[in-house]
């Protein structure tokens, strides 16, 4: 039976486990993601462990205790599935209470189940530790790319700054960096972030804190989009900017080869800025065949049907991947969460009956789930350090730092341009 609708009251009670009863896997994940568009984790796990306890309550003490050592291992797999899938929950100190006090009242009952809590409070800690680990590597690394030298000022006196040839100039090995970086920012992403973006806005809620790694991801599609304009811009000789672009056209093949559409997308759109696109001279001298194809398969019209099918392509590859190579999947990520955000917008959460639209939950559980399997992919290739040091922390130019490097490589050809290049001095 396919649920379709029913009361929340119904959806909390579908979630708790008795004696003889334990949720659907597929119910417990797709519950717990959406349930925070009608209320709390926290007012949900409290609801969840009053009413598995109550329900054991038969008023004869011994036959209670009988009881819940039969329900707690159930309980405990619960959590566990709880703190597995969406450890982020976790953050907040009342949820950590809630869990020490199930503890505590699993302790009197099961001493097994008391010990699987316990393993699994320390894997959630070890969780917490290496996500607040990251977010402050990423908070560094985003601060060093910020001490912007006076040498991005002027063209002249770049030459001192190494270029991204001159770090690496085998596009194969640039991708994979690229794949290194996407894969260890995707990991991070809690599948509940997808939901929060659009839960109920609570102004007393720290919502940045429960999307961070989300808005991270998407301030590195834009940083590396603005790290290849300001490549191209950067050289004051027109064969040197020519051969960045084709450097950069052979990376985003690869990108597309190994499945990383979402470096992908992000090298376009930085070729596709205008400080890139004016500099008529230097495109004349770039072999453009392999671009074409590429914007082709990247191009918006029709919903993005050919980066769709594309899509599928590589999904359906990583499906019956024979090497962790073949089941990267990196999927161009703005899309994604549009997608995910126009499901939720077209389609109401509650009938008009005031039941949850329990169709709706199951849609969005599964384009999340599918995110959650490409998230899962440890990436098979060698890291190399300098190269992703130079990818995440070189300085970029700002947008209009970018025009007036653009209109130093080539100047202003037209009345408009000119007008540009005065007010950007």
């Given amino acids: 039976i396919i649920l379709v609708s029913a009361s929340l009251e119904a959806l909390i009670q579908h979630l708790v486990p008795t004696v003889d009863y334990y949720p659907d896997r597929s119910y417990v994940f797709t519950f717990l ?4 568009l009608f209320l709390h984790p926290y007012e949900l796990m409290t609801r969840v462990c009053h009413l598995c306890v109550e329900q054991q309550r038969s008023g004869d003490a011994l036959l209670d205790k009988i009881r819940f050592r039969e329900v707690a291992p159930k ?3 619960l959590l566990t599935e709880w703190t597995e899938t969406f450890p982020y929950d976790f953050r907040d100190e009342r949820m950590m209470r809630c869990l020490k006090d199930m503890t505590h009242h699993v302790a009197r009952g099961d001493e097994y189940s008391w010990r699987a809590m316990q393993q699994m409070t320390q894997r959630l800690i070890k969780r917490l530790s290496a996500l607040g680990q990251y977010e402050e590597a990423v908070a560094a690394l985003n601060a060093v790319a910020l001490e912007r030298p006076a040498s991005l000022k002027s063209k002249q006196a770049s030459g001192q700054r190494s270029d991204v040839m001159s770090v690496c100039d085998d596009p194969f090995i640039l991708a994979q960096q690229l794949t290194h970086i996407e894969l260890d920012r995707l990991s991070f992403i809690g599948p509940e972030e997808f939901i929060q973006s659009f839960a109920m806005k609570d102004p007393l809620e720290n919502h940045k804190r429960k999307t961070s790694n989300l808005e991270a991801y998407i301030n590195w599609f834009n940083r590396l989009s603005y790290l290849v304009a300001t490549e191209i811009c950067m050289p ?3 064969k ?13 093949q690869e990108c597309f080869n190994i499945g990383n559409f979402n470096s992908l997308m992000a090298i376009i759109t930085g070729m596709n800025m205008s400080p890139v696109a004016r500099l008529r001279k230097t495109w004349s001298k770039v072999n453009t065949d392999k671009f074409e194809i590429l914007e082709h398969q990247m191009d918006p019209s029709s919903n993005f049907s050919n980066y769709r099918t594309a899509l599928r392509g590589a999904t359906q590859r990583s499906e019956t991947a024979h090497s962790s190579q073949e089941k990267i999947v990196i999927p161009f990520f703005s899309l994604l969460i549009k997608d995910i955000y126009f499901l939720n917008e077209g389609c109401a959460s509650r009938l008009p009956n005031g039941h949850i639209n329990f169709e709706k939950l199951w849609e969005l559980a599964k ?3 599918e995110f959650l399997v490409w998230r899962q992919v440890i990436c098979p290739f060698d890291r190399d350090r300098r190269i992703l040091q130079y990818l995440v922390t070189t300085p970029v130019f700002s947008e209009d730092e970018l025009h007036l ?3 130093e490589s080539e100047g202003p050809e037209n009345n ?4 540009s290049r005065r007010s950007l001095r």
């Fill in 236 to 238: 004051v000789k027109k």
């Fill in 367 to 369: 384009q999340v789930s």
């Fill in 405 to 407: 490097a653009s209109y």
């Fill in 75 to 77: 309980l405990v797999q």
């Fill in 240 to 252: 040197h900017r020519a051969r960045i672009i084709e450097f950069f056209i052979d990376v985003a």
């Fill in 33 to 36: 993601l959406s349930s925070r």
């Fill in 416 to 419: 408009m341009e000119k007008d």
